[in-house]
């Protein structure tokens, strides 16, 4: 395999982080060299995503999909890593965010902070979310989460503070359930069909007879694993650690909590349900005790989609009436988020549930559109709730008022933040909800666009009432004292700017998200490309 | 307690020597080697108390009711954990140069070594090495710094 192939780049973005990362912490006593370190280690990762998406997945002559094994063991023994147009499109939108946050934390953090964990602990956090998006095997996937994880409880444990340490305790033992359940799922799996390479995976589900496997209990493992990556997501019904690990955590990590974290929630949801168990055939079957049968179908994924259904419809009533209701920035921003997520799982539980191809893969590519928007409008809100606070020392919004007067380049970053959330055109916003809409709308379901038009009517509530808020009105005492570090309004605006350019400039992002949802629906292409060799044909001579 | 430890410590210390060594091809590694190396310090500062490895072994004054954080052998578990890491990065990164994938892995076998007469000396030994001392920096740090609490 040699270097400077397509297939090279697939790891690299994960070795750039893993470097920075230890670099940082090798560097820990001296906090000007650590956060340059850090920044340069950014922009390389910025670059190996870009040159993933491009070579990979949207220059003339890209091969659609990548692979490199790990250590250069042949699949399904050593360790795949998997670069395809779903994996682009996710680590691409993890850059965006990932930059924009680090810059933003060089200029927030104090000095004191600086020669602390911050920086080597960031990086570890972009690693394990790399590395969930990158990987082709379900262990290795719960490797990195759990990589992600440990990043994620100092931040939400130690820089939470004293009075955040309840809520940082229920967010580790929860994660911690969760992933004992991941872990329960997967060995059940593995001992359902002997691997758990996912291309593998997907090839024994293809064809169970071929392999003497009995899929049965593939739907109920595939339930385990739904609930555990719903829980990433922070999906009703288990969103209840989303408003207080938001709170707790530093702002410029909460914008990569709910733009990246949660995003592989989603990620795993589509990687598992339409590359993975696509092509199980099994007869599902799910009858609730004096309703009768309420999901019958021959696919794992007609469970998925109903389940999905229910919980994405609670997300967005409980996030959109939870956020009309609280009482600081954070608060209002976490209980969105719950909401939004909600309006990405239903075109995913569209999808799930279609059997029309081109349906399906419109679905796809809406949520897909949609969730890259709320990766940027809510990392770009979550960002400006840290200038406000850094600037004015609180972010609650009877302290608040007449911010737009003091800042108005915060001002418009945090509008144009609402207003992609509302989905107002020429916005990144507007095409999400689109597609989410037509989605529906070809699925020709009357309860669901009922649904999502109810939600954007909240999203409009807590949008406007958080702006009137805290950028309209009379000037309180701590907005006059305030004053907004140019470099963070810089970080802002561009971010704007990027939620304005992929609003206009639609149609590259449409063909690479198309291309994305193609990807993701080609179990084929997936398992041709990782091609893991047969254990039985081989005769085990390569154990 | 303090009998048991003195005759346990160097049998663990053993063990987890042997663990490490053999990790390549039977089970052991560096993990379990490291964890087992952290077992026998757990011992040690159980029986002897948590200032014993610095006065006694080490020789150095110890003023008592100081922040644990700050004792010179916690930052030299830290440290410790921060080399592990580089190791076993960059032994992970040594393979690229030989145009060969992350991690890849080679061995040489060593002939008329005394005793033994025959040793296999595997690369994985770095890799192993950088995770042995991860876990043991890893623990130490924590279980000294909590243990203190």
């Known amino acids: 395999m040699p270097v400077g192939t397509p297939s090279d780049l697939v790891i690299a973005p994960m070795l750039i982080v893993l470097v920075t990362a230890v670099l940082t ?16 280690g950014g922009a390389g990762y910025v670059l190996a995503v870009t040159a993933i998406a491009w070579y990979v997945v949207l220059a003339p002559d890209a091969p659609g999909i990548a692979t490199y094994q790990v250590a250069d063991l042949p699949a399904p023994f050593g360790i795949t890593l998997v670069a395809d147009g779903l994996s682009a499109f996710m680590l691409t939108m993890v850059a965006a965010i990932g930059i924009t946050s680090l810059v933003f934390s060089a200029r927030t953090l104090p000095e004191l902070d600086r020669r602390s964990y911050y920086f080597p602990l960031f990086h570890f956090l972009l690693l394990g979310v790399t590395g969930a998006f990158l990987t082709g095997d379900l262990f290795n996937l719960f490797v990195w989460f759990e990589v992600m994880l440990m990043a994620s409880y100092i931040f939400v444990a130690y820089y939470g503070g004293a009075q955040h340490t309840r809520a940082a305790f229920w967010y580790v033992a929860l994660n911690l359930l969760a992933s004992a359940v991941f872990l329960l799922g997967v060995g059940g799996l593995y001992a359902t069909t002997g691997t758990l390479n996912m291309a593998d995976l997907a090839r024994r589900l293809a064809e169970p007879a071929a392999y003497g496997i009995d899929p049965g209990p593939v739907v109920g493992l595939l339930a385990l694993l739904l609930s555990v990556f719903a829980i990433k997501a922070g999906l009703v019904p288990f969103q209840f650690w989303i408003p207080t690990a938001y709170r707790s955590a530093p702002p410029q990590v909460t914008a990569v909590l709910a733009g990246a974290s949660k995003k592989v929630g989603i990620y795993a949801i589509l990687r598992l349900s339409f590359t993975i168990f696509a092509g199980a055939q099994v007869g599902v079957d799910l009858a609730v005790p004096g309703v009768g049968t309420v999901v019958a179908g021959t696919s794992p994924l007609a469970f998925v989609g109903a389940a999905l259904f229910v919980m994405a419809a609670a997300s967005i009533l409980v996030g959109g009436i939870g956020a009309v209701g609280r009482s600081s920035l954070e608060g209002i921003l976490a209980y969105s988020s719950i909401g939004q997520v909600g309006f990405i799982a239903v075109p995913v539980a569209i999808a799930a549930t279609t059997t029309a191809p081109e349906l399906r893969q419109l679905a796809i590519v809406a949520a897909l559109v949609y969730a890259l928007n709320h990766t940027l409008a809510k990392g770009l809100l979550f960002l ?8 004015t020392g609180t972010s609650q919004l009877a302290d608040l008022g007449g911010l737009a007067g003091r800042s108005p380049p915060l001002a ?25 809409f037509d989605a529906a709308a070809r699925a020709g379901t009357m309860p669901v666009l009922v649904l999502l038009v109810g939600g954007s009517v909240l999203t409009i509530a807590y949008t406007t009432r958080t702006w009137n808020r805290s950028f309209w009105g009379t000037r309180t005492a701590a ?61 085990g001579e390569q154990m | 307690m303090r009998t048991t430890a003195r005759a346990v410590v160097p049998i663990i210390f053993v063990v987890s020597a042997s663990l490490f060594v053999e990790g390549h091809n039977l089970p052991g590694g560096g993990f379990i080697a490291g964890v087992l190396t952290t077992t026998a310090f757990a011992v040690l500062y159980l029986a002897f108390g948590l200032d014993f490895l610095e006065r006694g072994v080490l020789g150095r004054d110890v003023e008592p009711g100081k922040e644990p954080s700050r004792d010179r052998i916690v930052t030299a578990y830290r440290r410790l954990f921060t080399i592990g890491l580089v190791i076993a990065v960059t032994s992970g990164l040594v393979p690229l140069l030989f145009d ?13 070594v005394p005793i033994y007469d025959h040793v296999e000396l595997a690369s994985a030994l770095a890799f192993d090495l950088g995770v042995y001392c991860v876990v043991v920096g890893g623990l130490l740090t924590i279980l000294s710094v909590v243990g203190a609490e």
Do not use: H, N
Request: no cysteine; proline share 7%.
């Open chain 1, 25 to 40: 912490l090798v560097l820990g006593r001296r906090p000007r060299a650590r956060v340059g370190v850090s920044l340069v």
């Open chain 1, 384 to 391: 400006s709730v840290g200038a406000v606070r850094s600037a």
């Open chain 1, 412 to 436: 418009i970053a945090f509008f144009v933040g609402s207003l992609a959330l509302v989905g107002i055109p020429p916005l990144s916003g507007f095409f999400g909800k689109l597609l989410v």
């Open chain 1, 479 to 539: 907005v006059s004292r305030a004053t907004v570090d140019p470099v963070k309004i810089g970080v802002l605006l561009a971010l704007t700017g990027t939620i304005l350019a992929v609003g206009i400039g639609f149609e590259p992002v449409y063909e690479f998200a198309d291309a994305a949802a193609a990807a993701a629906l080609d179990v084929e292409g997936y398992v041709e490309a990782v091609d893991p060799a047969d254990p039985d044909a081989a005769g």
């Open chain 2, 100 to 112: 060969l994938p992350f991690l890849t892995q080679s061995y040489v076998e060593l002939e008329g």
